[in-house]
């Protein structure tokens, strides 16, 4: 054994002698981005204030889409900011003609008077796009309103073309003037304190008994409260593949973290990060957290054609700040409904659905600024057992963690009537949903082949009916590591503490590859430096080891008194497949004897 141990150290020697070892280089690139699941939130930081942190997601022609962006830095300076592009690479927007879309804001906006205030795209200050006051006569005015919860901060651009001193743009708190332009006025920005409570604003172009000067009009744009929000909603999306979210900063030398929630309709609901949502029955009531800010939560429910529905939202957090925020969209991807934000409860209700499917519900904060918990509740009139109705009753549960040891087949609740079943499946969030069966009897599937640990499934039920297709809800599991139970080293791995590395997701683990990666560049050698450094930094090391299990190649001790976990045999195995790459290897770790 001495013998042995001298020459494994001599051979260590060598290679670092006759190797040029890559250190491991500290990458400098913007790690924030990456896919981004429906049903997750996740936060990154725009730094320095040109940062564009890139997400992307896998979405279908008619899916509705809702993107929001928040502020959640401790100086509130950023001025988060939103762009969606295609799978072809063209940005693509909310529909035009929203007074929302074309104020850069996520409030609701009422407009009214003698004529409406309307999006155009001639004069704007920002983004392409401003509202402007509607076309009107003497003696006439034009208005625009909503509704705010203090205490925040309001910013605004504002233009006037009108008869001087007799013809106005003016902006209202709760009914009372704070400032009015006449005459020929370029952009200006207005900043307004507003206090706890809730707040009306309002928007007026007023004129007097003649003459009309200019344009006769105003104009606002870039409406913002502190802090700050940035939103994409009501949209459906016009084509199948992979679209990318852009999130900047909008504003200056703006920095700072955010927070980007993401939702589609109808998709998941739910996700490791974020667990709030999810089915919802009629007569339950679920309580959910709207944290960080800009969080957004999906529920959903099957409802049929003619159905009456009744959807309350209500602050439920001991601060009493939260201003709920319900949207409905139908099973197409259609937004049918989303009352303004007027109280600590919002409801949807005497409303009847127009068709039959899986429809979301989107629960949000009214304005992005604040957090905390809430209660939301369904009632359809009338009620209908959700049994039998659609595919239904998932196994594995939606959203559970599922080991590929003990988890071999896709099941749900049979349909009524169902004549055979489609089955769709995706290793991931970012990949399409795959047709894995086809017209199958029973509603029982073998499982899809997964590879890696940790992965996260997405699949979804398509039940054939004499009446036609009935479209399930995407459900998800995540997968944890397996270590074979009927192999001998089963008990090492647990007693190490279950290390991901000897599961099956990790192919060439228990072939030299340490490090669960390949050296890069031309050669991709799936056993070199990584893995022999590793082995060195854990020479001799018993259980326990931070790092180190991995390195325990041949998945044993060294017997004896010392029992060393990384030793002889390991380095040996390393040696024999040095410089080897994955078509070299036989892979398909961890093997028996």
Request: glycine share 10%.
């Amino acid at each position: 054994m001495r013998a042995s141990t001298t020459i494994s150290i001599l051979v260590v020697a060598l290679f670092l002698a006759v190797d040029v070892l890559q250190p491991i280089r500290a990458s400098a690139q913007d790690q924030d981005g990456a896919c981004i699941a429906s049903g997750e939130t996740k936060t990154g930081t725009i730094f320095p204030a040109i940062d564009i942190d890139i997400y992307t997601f896998y979405g279908q022609v008619g899916q509705g889409v809702v993107i929001a962006m928040a502020d959640i830095s401790s100086t509130g300076s950023l001025c988060p900011q939103l762009r969606l592009y295609d799978p072809s690479g063209v940005r693509v927007r909310e529909p035009p003609g929203s007074l929302s879309e074309a104020l850069d804001t996520t409030l609701d906006f009422t407009t009214g008077g003698n004529a409406d205030w309307f999006r155009q795209t001639t004069t704007f200050y920002n983004d392409g796009d401003a509202v402007q006051s509607g076309h009107i006569s003497d003696n006439q005015e034009s208005s625009m309103n909503t509704t705010v919860m203090g205490p925040t901060t309001l910013s605004f651009y504002w233009r006037v073309s009108s008869e001087g001193g007799l013809d106005f743009l003016q902006f209202y708190i709760d009914g009372v003037r704070q400032r009015q332009i006449s005459g020929s006025v370029d952009w200006q920005q207005q900043t307004y304190t507003i206090p706890s409570g809730w707040h009306i604003l309002g928007w007026r172009y007023v004129k007097d008994g003649s003459v009309s000067s200019g344009n006769d009009c105003g104009w606002v744009d870039k409406v913002e409260l502190t802090p700050r929000t940035a939103m994409i909603e009501n949209f459906q999306l016009k084509m199948t593949g992979i679209y990318t979210i852009e999130a900047s900063n909008a504003c200056g030398l703006g920095t700072g973290e955010y927070a980007l929630s993401f939702v589609l309709a109808p998709g998941a609901t739910t996700s490791a990060q974020d667990i709030d949502g999810g089915l919802i029955a009629s007569g339950e009531a679920k309580t959910g957290q709207i944290s960080p800010r800009g969080d957004t939560d999906a529920y959903t429910f099957y409802g049929r054609a003619g159905q009456g529905i009744v959807i309350v939202m209500g602050d439920n957090s001991t601060s009493g700040n939260l201003s709920p925020r319900l949207q409905l969209y139908d099973p197409n991807g259609v937004r049918v409904a989303g009352p303004p934000v007027v109280s600590n409860i919002t409801r949807i209700e005497n409303y009847r659905l127009n068709m039959t499917g899986i429809y979301t519900i989107v629960a949000s904060n009214g304005y992005g600024v604040n957090t905390g918990e809430y209660a939301l509740s369904l009632s359809l009139v009338p009620p209908k057992d959700p049994y039998g109705l659609y595919p239904y009753d998932p196994l594995p549960p939606d959203g559970s963690s599922v080991s590929l040891c003990d988890w071999d087949t896709l099941s749900w609740w049979p349909v009524d009537g169902a004549m055979g079943y489609d089955v769709y499946f995706a290793p991931g969030p970012c990949m399409p949903l795959e047709k894995v069966a086809e017209n199958i009897a029973d509603p029982c599937v073998p499982r899809p082949a997964i590879e890696n640990n940790h992965q996260v499934c997405y699949w979804r039920v398509t039940a054939h009916t004499p009446d036609g297709d009935i479209q399930g809800p995407t459900w998800w599991f995540g997968v944890e590591c397996c270590f074979p139970k009927d192999f001998s080293t089963f008990n090492d791995w647990v007693d190490l503490g279950k290390p991901d590395c000897w599961c099956s997701g990790y192919k060439y683990q228990c072939d030299g590859d340490a490090d669960g990666k390949d050296s890069g560049g031309v050669n991709k050698y799936r056993v070199f430096t990584g893995d022999l450094n590793l082995i060195i930094k854990c020479w001799k090391k018993k259980p326990g080891e931070p790092d180190c299990a991995c390195a325990d190649i041949d998945h044993k001790d060294s017997g004896g008194i010392n029992k060393y976990r990384v030793f002889v045999k390991d380095l040996n195995i390393l040696v024999a497949n040095w410089k080897k790459k994955d078509t070299d290897l036989p892979g398909n770790c961890p093997r028996p004897e």
